[in-house]
């Protein structure tokens, strides 16, 4: 398996510097996120006043840029979806949605920031019986009756998995598009979660109408928490712990953006992108010298 320099998560303004200075400075890189970029950029159609030298920018078309000077670079997207980041030592072993492995000698997080908190007895259970990768863990539940929580019309795909796996799919849309399925057993259920209950393991998702006894509640976001991405990681509140060289408290490990907390803004994220990738270039030839 070949191993990267450096894996990217997020292809907002702090992933796409970071992944632009990384790749100046001659380092083998993994960009994963979406093509289109961030939807943050995406939906801004007015300029954004305090971009220095770009005074009448919008973010469609700060956008564009971003995308034509990854082209100009050769920088390529990858649109997998990382669910879980292990630090195993000597180097990061990188899940992904359709349960391979990437492997990096270190990391930048920069997929943004995840709004809300994660619902009451989710972190209890995960691992018995919560589960944020369909593809990963749908054969622990052939035959049994399960409920997604589906953060966007992208999850459709992993419901649609486990409707082929499991006896019965329960699916709850956070988004106003009407959800589309192949499989007959799959439902929708326009309700809101609540809570995950259970004992030992999970047995009963709770919504604000009603309760599903469910062997598994798979939480299909489009980001997920930082403390649940990577086990062992130090956060405040919704934000990962970083110091101003953007080192978190794993070696290797680095974060910018939105993730590393307020203030949420353009040039804010772009400048600590650019930290996080010298940070990490500073980490990979410290490693080399020290054999």
């Known amino acids: ?65 971003f995308t034509k000077q990854l082209e100009i670079l050769g920088i390529e997207i990858t649109e997998t979806k990382i669910t879980s980041v292990y630090a195993m030592g000597e180097y990061f072993a990188l899940q992904t949605a359709d349960n391979n492995m990437i492997e990096a000698d270190s990391v930048i997080l920069a997929s943004g920031v995840v709004a809300g908190k994660p619902y009451p007895g989710e972190e ?28 966007g019309a992208n999850e459709e795909a992993e419901a649609d998995f486990l409707g082929e796996v499991c006896e019965k799919v329960y699916y709850i849309p956070l ?53 649940q991405l990577v086990p062992g990681l130090a956060t405040e509140g919704s934000a990962v712990k970083v110091d101003l060289m953007m080192n978190t408290n794993i070696p290797g490990l680095f974060a910018a953006g939105d993730i590393a907390g307020r203030p949420y803004q353009y040039i804010k994220a772009a400048g600590q992108g650019n930290t996080a990738a010298l940070s990490a270039v500073e980490y990979l030839d410290a490693k080399r010298r020290a054999k």
């Open 124 to 151: 209890k259970f995960l691992g018995r019986g919560v589960s944020y990768c369909a593809t990963c863990d749908a054969p622990l539940y052939k035959g049994k009756i399960v409920a997604v929580i589906g953060g």
């Open 175 to 227: 988004y106003k598009e009407e959800p589309k399925f192949t499989h007959d057993n799959i439902i929708v259920v326009k309700e809101k979660p609540q809570e995950i209950l259970g004992a030992m393991k999970v047995s009963t998702l709770k919504t604000d109408q009603n309760e599903y006894d469910v062997a598994c509640v798979f939480i299909l976001r489009e980001a997920q928490f930082p403390g």
């Open 1 to 65: 398996m070949a191993r990267y320099d450096i894996a990217i998560i997020g292809t907002g303004p702090a992933g796409l510097e970071a992944a632009v200075t990384a790749t100046v400075r001659n380092k083998n890189i993994i960009l994963f996120g979406n093509k289109d970029l961030s939807n943050k950029m995406q939906v801004v159609d007015h300029p954004i006043k305090n971009y220095l030298g770009l005074p009448e920018i919008t973010g469609k078309e700060m956008a564009a840029a």
